[in-house]
């Protein structure tokens, strides 16, 4: 087991990776930047160190100053997080090669389902179904109308290097083919440095499921369940939930049988999670997150599985002390992304917090690294706070869900709290009948 874990991260899921090490007996190394000298994850870790100013290319994406910080803490290990560098397959290489553990995958890996056309064409290769498309970047106007005539408009050009809806763009006829590609290729030069797109047929009312796995380095492989993460506000998760209200028995264990079987034969180690589009009864992989995902604490919560401190066993070498038959489904459970933003405009709203009461009791928890006179700067992701409610079945999550909120207090600065009591209390929701389009109709970004 490792003696000291440096967690190469800010905010919830520094805290959150935090606990799990001080749990096991690992003492931990914060890094922060300037803005954040009075964090909670700095505050409660055993060391900290100061790696750069504000900026996150100065501080949480400088590379030559985590290492250094590892090296002088005399760390045994990294913990990425999400976000920031958790997916760098160079930052995987470096940490390795500089002799520190990397509890993630490998940098192999990585780079295989960061680029999201190998990524398909490996999907494909492991037996698991596509979206109708292009079988690699597309490079001019006319393979887009070839493809348009051949699969049927609306079609979705999406960045091979993308992710949070930069870089994609819906076309619902040829006339609109010729501005949507230029569009797109601006704009995933701009965000990640490659103009490279493909194509996929657009599905109108699918719904966002993704598969939980956990792999050793011995070939076991296990599958936790499935989440639904179709509500979403400009391709970003918003709330999602576990077991999804789509889904049946028959479904679930397919799907997730699918997906642990592809784990396996790619030779995969640690946690990922396998993500599909799912409309009329069938399945669409559309990417691999080869991280710890915001939403794993749902997963956590009906499954009872720690999935940091197995991050954490797998990264030293252990065995996974359960096998998918172990694995038991208990009950329901929703997670609401509490981000400090204007719950009508979206408006970002950094800030002292002035008051701060997170709600309690039975089947509630908080991840969440706010306190009363945090001052949230403005530098970093809005994300604030992760309420999670469990519950026997649905309904009562639901019930859990509702008290939850009206208990909880932020003061000083505008958060998503109202926006999520107003979407919970829609008829759709209670119903689990949305899909990824339908909170963006609810706030009027959608006609």
């Not at 874990?5 to 935090?18: P, S, T």
């Not at 005539?149 to 993308?162: C, M, N, R």
């Not at 009864?281 to 197995?310: C, K, S, W």
Request: proline share 6%; charged share 25%; hydrophobic share 40%.
């Amino acid at each position: 087991m490792f003696d000291k874990v440096l967690i190469a991260n800010r905010g919830e899921i520094a805290l959150r990776i935090h606990r799990a090490c001080h749990e096991m007996g690992i003492q931990t190394v914060a890094i922060h930047s300037t803005a954040d000298n009075d964090a909670m994850h700095v505050r409660l870790a055993d060391e900290s160190v100061c790696i750069g100013p504000p900026p996150a290319k100065d501080s949480y994406l400088n590379i030559p100053a985590i290492l250094s910080a590892a090296t002088i803490t005399g760390a045994d290990a990294i913990h990425p997080g999400y976000g920031f560098l958790s997916e760098n397959a160079r930052f995987a290489e470096l940490v390795e090669e500089h002799g520190f553990t990397f509890i993630g995958p490998t940098p192999e890996h990585i780079r295989m389902m960061g680029d999201k056309i190998v990524a398909k064409q490996t999907a494909a290769k492991l037996g698991l179904p596509l979206v109708p498309g292009s079988p690699g970047p597309v490079d001019n106007l006319d393979e887009i109308k070839a493809l348009g005539q051949e699969i049927g408009y609306p079609v979705l050009i999406k960045a091979v290097a993308g992710g949070g809806g930069r870089g994609m763009k819906v076309i619902d006829s040829e006339a609109q083919a010729e501005e949507a590609f230029t569009l797109a290729r601006q704009e995933a030069t701009a965000a990640f440095g490659n103009g490279a797109v493909y194509v996929e047929k657009y599905l109108g009312k699918p719904r966002h499921i993704e598969i939980q796995i956990l792999a050793d380095t011995h070939g076991n492989v296990v599958h936790l369940g499935e989440r639904d993460c179709s509500l979403q506000r400009r391709h970003q998760k918003v709330l999602e939930e576990t077991p999804s209200p789509a889904l049946n028995r028959e479904m679930r264990e397919r799907i997730g049988g699918l997906a642990a079987d592809a784990i396996r034969e790619m030779g995969y180690r640690g946690v990922g999670t396998l993500e599909f589009l799912f409309q009329d009864g069938e399945f669409y992989f559309i990417e691999m997150n080869t991280r710890l995902q915001v939403e794993h604490p749902i997963t956590e919560a009906i499954t009872g599985i720690d999935l940091v401190r197995e991050q954490i066993r797998v990264a030293t070498g252990g065995t996974l002390a359960f096998t998918q038959a172990d694995i038991k489904f208990a009950g329901h459970a929703i997670e609401c992304r509490i981000n400090a933003e204007n719950p009508e405009t979206f408006v970002p709203s950094p800030g002292r917090v002035t008051d701060y009461h997170p709600p309690g009791g039975l089947g509630v928890r908080v991840d969440s690294a706010l306190y009363a006179g945090y001052r949230m700067p403005p530098y970093y992701d809005s994300l604030v706070a992760k309420l999670i409610v469990a519950g026997t079945n649905r309904n009562e999550c639901l019930m859990r869900l509702r008290r939850a909120l009206e208990e909880y207090v932020v003061g000083g600065i505008d958060t998503t709290i109202p926006l999520h009591q107003r979407l919970i209390a829609q008829p759709d929701f209670v119903n689990g009948d949305y899909n990824i389009h339908w909170l963006e109709r609810l706030v009027g970004l959608k006609k």
